[in-house]
């Protein structure tokens, strides 16, 4: 009864008019009792112990005199509506990335996180970490991109950020993904969504748009919901229609990738890979080996597949669609990943397949990234270079880049590729990921030596106008992160704001694990201390 009375009259969602009026026949009948019972008990009893005796049917009483009755319960006013509480649409938004719990892409997620606060993003971001078994941390293991090692991370390392909005999701370590290495993405992200889905974590955010992107990407501008206009939309899918930004159930968005539909019907995938579906899946074409016998995705022909389909991050999604979604995404990786021999983008084809399995065509946006600057851009899409494109009519700092205020600005970055351009001396200045010095974040280790103020000025074609514009914002954006995140953990005194790590393609003799600056790939050069060849 005590509970009741305590809990009941702010939680009238739970409490009918008829629960009320029995709690408050309840009250009246444990003040009765309570009554009876002092008028019927011992004087010894009332006198050893007057304040129990006494103040028990007079404090009910007063409950049952303040407790509202039934028809009174049903005034007692709701509190604010998930609607009321999230004024803004892109509350709703969930952004997520999976990644290793390496160092490589340790510096990677802090430099998105970074750039996460730095254009505002409303909305929540998580973190998914697989392969972190704490048996295994500070041991060796391979590096997901290279054949090299490096240390595996603790869990206590992995969570510090400078984005105050971050979490975190440690996963289990995915067999598959020994041998394909790519399979991290789709198994963590299942892992993930099965146990929110469990605990039950959702029910304060019902319309929660899921948008899934890589680590290797950087904000230029915040991923909104809010309905914009055709004419501020770069919309691949027909037809192009006002608020083809805006995900709903059973209508998800993507960014367009001209990666195609190999293996829908008309693909290639039936020729190239038919040794192996002869011999392993009794012949069947690619897509039925994949979705499986009568499945909606063997419908989907080259038209209706570039139309929906052609597509890679970030992805947005409805968590009502992307909770069963991840199920099929992840069982038809497996068979993808077999027949393409781990081909880089399995997962890729694997989510279209698993889109079209489950009859969500994506509406395919260009406007969403930069990635390849040979790309076309302009009134042929492919990418949002086209609005780039007009920005870089105007002289740009390398050092401070930035871009005019307004709805045209793509939002990511994804340098996922080799960029490279020459300065006024001849001297190439280029950026890979992997070039990176994987420990980079450390309070000992130079900053990136950025290039030429004037580098994008000199520029006189446009592909090498988006190339710097490209390596100069990505710069800008590591260092600034990295300097951010040492102010913020280490020592005073300790951080290291030289900017002398020179990226470079030379061939080296340095080791990864006895030289914090070298990587298989490429190496970093630092001023003063020069390991590499000539």
């Known amino acids: 009864v005590c509970v009741c009375v305590c809990v009941a009259p702010d939680r009238s969602e739970l409490i009918t008019p008829e629960m009320g009026d029995l709690i408050k026949l309840l009250l009246g009948g444990a003040v009765a009792v309570l009554a009876l019972l002092l008028i019927l008990s011992p ?96 041991n060796f293991k391979n590096n997901f991109m290279h054949d090299s090692k490096e240390k595996v991370q603790s869990r206590a390392h992995i969570k510090r950020t400078t984005n105050p909005k971050a979490d975190f999701f440690f996963t289990p370590t995915f067999k598959l993904a020994e041998k394909f290495k790519f399979a991290n993405k789709p198994f963590s992200v299942q892992s993930w969504a099965n146990s929110r889905a469990s605990e039950g974590t959702l029910s304060e955010n019902p319309d929660e748009i899921i948008v899934l992107i890589d680590p290797d990407m950087i904000f230029l501008a915040p991923i909104t919901l809010e309905p914009i206009a055709k004419e501020n939309l770069l919309i691949r899918t027909k037809p192009q229609v006002d608020g083809g930004n805006v995900v709903t159930r059973g209508h998800p968005v993507a960014a367009f990738y001209p990666i195609g539909v190999p293996w829908a019907k008309g693909g290639f995938f039936n020729q190239k890979w038919k040794p192996m579906l002869d011999a392993d899946f009794g012949g069947k074409e690619f897509n039925e080996a994949v979705c499986g016998f009568g499945s909606p995705c063997l419908e989907i022909d080259q038209t209706s597949g570039w139309n929906s389909y052609s597509l890679g991050p970030p992805y947005m999604m409805h968590w009502d669609d992307f909770k069963t979604f991840v199920w099929t995404w992840t069982k038809f990786t497996i068979p993808s990943a077999k027949l393409t021999s781990n081909d880089l983008i399995a997962e890729m084809w694997s989510f279209a397949m698993a889109s ?64 490279n351009v020459m300065d006024e001396h001849n001297r190439p200045w280029m950026f890979h990921k992997g070039h990176v010095p994987e420990h980079i974040l450390d309070c000992d280790m130079p900053l990136l030596k950025p290039p030429p103020d004037n580098i994008f000025n000199i520029q006189s074609g446009t592909k090498d106008r988006r190339k710097a514009f490209f390596i100069c914002h990505v710069f800008k954006s590591i260092n600034d992160a990295v300097l951010d995140y040492r102010t913020t953990f280490c020592p005073v005194g300790t951080v290291n704001t030289k900017k002398s790590i020179y990226l470079h393609q030379h061939s080296n003799n340095c080791k990864p694990t006895e030289h914090k600056t070298c990587f298989p790939l490429a190496s970093a050069k630092v001023e003063g201390y020069d390991f590499t060849d000539p």
């Open 43 to 138: 004087r010894e009893v009332r006198r050893s112990r007057p304040a129990t005796i006494y103040l028990a049917p007079i404090l009910l009483f007063g409950l049952y005199l303040l407790y509202p009755s039934g028809a009174n319960i049903e005034d007692i006013p709701d509190g604010p509506t998930y609607e009321e509480l999230s004024a803004h649409p892109d509350d709703r938004i969930h952004i997520v990335f999976s990644t290793s719990c390496t160092h490589f892409q340790q510096w990677q997620s802090e430099v998105l996180l970074h750039s996460y606060s730095k254009v505002q993003q409303r909305g929540r971001v998580t973190r998914l970490i697989s392969g972190c078994d704490p048996l295994t941390e500070g």
């Open 356 to 419: 079209a399995h489950l009859k969500l065509p994506h509406t395919m946006l260009d406007n969403m990234m930069v990635s390849n600057p040979n790309e076309a851009g302009g009134s042929s899409f492919s990418e949002a270079w086209g609005w780039v494109d007009e920005h870089l009519k105007q002289p740009m700092s390398c050092h401070n880049p930035t871009l005019p205020p307004g709805r045209n600005i793509p939002n990511i970055i994804h340098f996922c590729q080799n960029q």
